[in-house]
């Protein structure tokens, strides 16, 4: 059995909901796919959003509100497994085998965090001290910053730009995002250990935003952090499960080296594995595994193919305002495709 | 003439109306993922020399981009040529092919009549 709606969203993240209750309110029957159990994919995990420290509880709170609507239909739990377009009808099959079809069709499958894994010279899965950002957000979350060790973490790094700006991994493009979270998450550290010693690694900080800037100085006149250019190298556990990293602090020019109890890696934002396998699948696989829309600057919701629109992370990394001002240029795409056809 | 005990040092400035900018050209030529440095100092870190003596590569590179020659014969000495530094640059730079190619330049003796 078909059962049959206006338009169909894959993923359930900011971008996905807020074009879906768009949608919704113009009157058209919406189906909102999501893999996992739970709609708001990476917010989840996340306390504070930068620049502002708002709660993302509360942003996760207004979002699933916006789902609460007679014409949205939410289905968790179910992968995408198969898109097709027959006759101007687009249709979507989950893993259980359950068909859907629609007259647009909106790819909102989003991101997924880079695998420090790769960059086996940063010790990331070898040595318990070396963590990556998420694992620190969760520790932020639970107000119990510890080292694998159980210890209050006196000394923390960040090192920037891991799985980004990385020919080595096949990263070349720049996440936009790490050195703001960064910032943001050596404020809260020093918020919850107010004497640790908090140092940034970086090779260019990109404060491109609003609000973005006044943080980073405010991290550094408030907040003590020290900010050292130049890229870690790499990494190594001592005796006592510290940890050794070599950089060369590139303003002094001479090489460095030091103890850390936790190294944190800011790893990137990478295509997810749907954004991957559904944009080939399509034909609109762009670079990195991204999908590609059809003109950067005036249509950047519209594909190659008539009904299928892209939102948000599915295309490059976003932050959240922008994840969601490009979810309802989307909405407003899909409105008028479903007026004219 | 009298001996006050001092003389005047050679400008330490870079001046890029006179200073020989033109040698960096044929790094680039030979070794084109030079121009993709971005001066992260990853190389530098992970060096093997400078365990044991001070030498720096970023730095030798950002000298010769600029021009400033001075001194880099003997500095470049000092590398072993291990190429460690080509597995942690974010950018694919051959810093070894650079070596090479600026003791070419330098005129090292060593390396004169060796094809790169």
């Known amino acids: 059995m078909i059962i049959h709606f206006d338009v169909i969203i894959i993923g359930g993240g900011p971008a996905g909901i807020v074009a879906a209750n768009n949608i919704a309110r113009q009157g058209y029957k919406v189906l909102i796919l999501e893999k996992e159990l739970n709609i708001g994919s990476h917010i989840k995990n996340i306390k504070n959003l930068f620049p502002n420290f708002m709660k993302a509880d509360n942003v996760l709170y207004e979002l699933t509100k916006k789902t609460d609507h007679k014409n949205i239909c939410l289905e968790t739990e179910a992968f995408v497994e198969k898109t097709y377009k027959e006759n101007n009808i687009w249709f979507v099959r989950t893993s259980e085998g359950k068909l859907y079809s629609s007259h647009a069709l909106i790819l909102a499958t989003g991101f997924r965090i880079f695998d420090a894994r790769y960059k086996e010279e940063l010790g990331y899965g070898l040595y318990k001290g070396v963590i990556n950002t998420v694992e620190l957000e969760a520790m932020i979350m639970k107000k119990d910053i510890k080292t694998a060790q159980g210890k209050l973490p006196q000394k923390i790094a960040f090192v920037n730009c891991v799985g980004s700006r990385d020919e080595k991994v096949g990263n070349h493009y720049c996440s936009r995002v790490c050195c703001i979270n960064a910032v943001k998450q050596s404020i809260e550290i020093k918020e919850l250990i107010p004497d640790a010693e908090i140092y940034c690694f970086y090779m260019d900080i990109r404060m491109a935003g609003q609000f973005y800037e006044e943080l980073y100085r405010k991290s550094q006149e408030t907040y003590h952090v020290n900010y050292i250019r130049g890229r870690v190298s790499e990494a190594a556990e001592t005796i006592d499960k510290r940890i050794q990293i070599k950089a060369e602090d590139t303003l002094s020019q001479l090489p460095l080296k030091m103890t850390v109890d936790l190294l944190v890696l800011m790893t990137g934002v990478e295509a997810s594995d749907s954004t991957t396998k559904l944009s080939t699948q399509l034909k609109i696989n762009g670079e990195y595994g991204f999908a590609k829309s059809t003109n950067l600057h005036l249509s950047d919701n519209q594909t190659i193919h008539k009904g299928l629109f892209l939102a948000g992370c599915c295309k490059r990394p976003l932050t959240l305002p922008e994840t969601i001002a490009d979810a309802r240029a989307a909405a407003l795409c899909v409105v008028d495709y479903l007026k004219n056809n | ?116």
């Open chain 2, 1 to 116: 003439m009298q001996n006050w005990g001092f003389s005047v040092a050679p400008s330490r400035i870079i001046d890029l109306d006179k200073d020989d900018v033109s040698s960096y050209k044929i790094i680039t030529d030979k070794v084109p993922s030079a121009k993709r440095c971005l001066m992260c100092g990853a190389c530098s870190a992970s060096c093997t020399s400078k365990e044991h003596i001070a030498f720096n590569f970023r730095k030798i590179h950002l000298m010769f981009r600029r021009g400033q020659l001075q001194n880099l014969s003997e500095e470049l000495d000092k590398c072993m040529l291990c190429g460690k530094c080509r597995l942690v640059c974010p950018r694919g730079v051959n810093a070894r092919a650079i070596i090479f190619n600026m003791r070419i330049i330098l005129n090292d003796m060593t390396y004169k009549n060796i094809k790169v």
